[in-house]
């Protein structure tokens, strides 16, 4: 996002998704049966210095300790300890899509429960926003070149290499760049009435639109273009999902007792 964005507007952003996510954790959890968990990287007491906010979304929540030299190793942990815990399906979702649909998460819950193995959620950048699984498999976290578009794909060959199939959720998006944060300015443009909307990433985009940096253009290069809209791909609308919203996983992880 910098430069496009001062660093402390990167910052206000960041704790924003946070604080939505949480949110969203805590509103659709009770609902669904699911037990929610939170890994933040910073201590306890550092987060209520820093991020307040995000502190209060949090409270009440369990917390479990992120462990290791990359994302993959931090997520690795996470299922193991969720599994020592006695939870036979984890979900685990980033902080940084305030707008994904909670019935996406419904979904990666009954692909669980109705026998696979693994469940993922492909992002437009080429990660992924959500994974589940009934078992530990180290193989979905080694070796993959975190941080470039090539996440979703080298995971998938290393399951493919264990003889484990993933169920494939429908694509949504990161908030990672200035074109992200115009998808979620269309998205809360078109929120339902009376479903609980992200506030906190709310506020920071109508800020962005009152010095006119969104809509934000993105500069392509010269070249065919895509019908307006088709770069969503058949991901669903904010709106619809929320509308249904039941079960809630959240980064860092909430899981579904036996």
Do not use: N
């Amino acid at each position: 996002m910098v430069p496009w964005l001062s660093e402390a507007e990167a910052l206000r952003l960041h704790i924003a998704l946070v604080e939505d996510s949480l949110r969203l954790l805590r509103a659709t959890a009770a609902e669904s049966g699911a037990v929610p968990f939170v890994s933040f990287s910073e201590t306890r007491s550092a987060g209520r210095r820093t991020a307040p906010g995000i502190a209060r979304a949090a409270a009440g929540m369990e917390r479990i300790a992120q462990r290791g030299a990359d994302l993959g190793a931090r997520l690795l942990g996470t299922f193991r300890s969720l599994r020592a815990r006695g939870f036979r399906r984890v979900v685990v979702i980033g902080s940084d899509s305030p707008t994904l649909p909670p019935a996406v998460l419904d979904q990666a819950f009954a692909a669980l429960r109705q026998g696979g193995e693994v469940v993922l959620g492909p992002a437009e950048d080429g990660g992924y926003y959500l994974v589940g699984s009934t078992r530990v498999l180290p193989e979905m976290f080694e070796g993959i070149p975190w941080g470039t578009d090539r996440v979703l794909r080298a995971t998938l060959q290393g399951l493919h290499r264990s003889g484990v199939r993933a169920v494939i959720l429908p694509r949504w998006y990161d908030v990672d760049r200035p074109a992200d944060l115009e998808t979620a300015r269309r998205d809360l443009a078109d929120w339902p009435r009376g479903v609980p909307a992200p506030e906190s990433t709310r506020a920071f985009v109508r800020a962005l639109l009152s010095d006119g940096r969104l809509p934000y253009q993105e500069e392509r290069p010269a070249g065919p273009t895509s019908p307006p809209g088709s770069d969503r791909g058949d991901r669903p609308s904010a709106a619809r999902g929320a509308a249904r919203a039941r079960v809630a996983a959240g980064r860092r992880g909430a899981s579904r007792r036996p």
